[in-house]
């Protein structure tokens, strides 16, 4: 994967300054065709990716495609935070499956479950406490 060019060329700046130019873009118009009407400008200020945005869906993206629950994804997105006993009982079995040695060479030969069971104890563990 790669990661997006956060980066505007000198054409993409004009065409935000130009309301015109940005509702083509927004609808994904490249060029008009000879003696075609631009779409009406919406006069709404252009609309910006952040960085950060730009990490959640990749993120999100990674997670579903390691086949996490839709609901998980969605939890994930939100920043559902956990609770304290979620979170000790995420300690407990990573501790115990770290200390497992046929846990771990499943892991490291690329065993999907525990590669998923390894992804969801460090969204827990990276999740803020309620």
Known sequence: MTEPNMEFTVEERAAIADHAANARLELGIDKLKTGEAPPPATEQAPKFVTAAEVNMKAGLAALKEAGLDPAVLDEVAAGKPVTAEE?????????????????????????????????CASIVLSSEIR
């Open 87 to 119: 979170r000790l009982a995420v300690e407990n079995w990573q501790r115990h499956a770290l200390q497992d040695k046929d846990w771990i060479r499943k892991l490291f030969d690329g065993d999907p479950n525990a590669k998923k069971q390894l992804l």
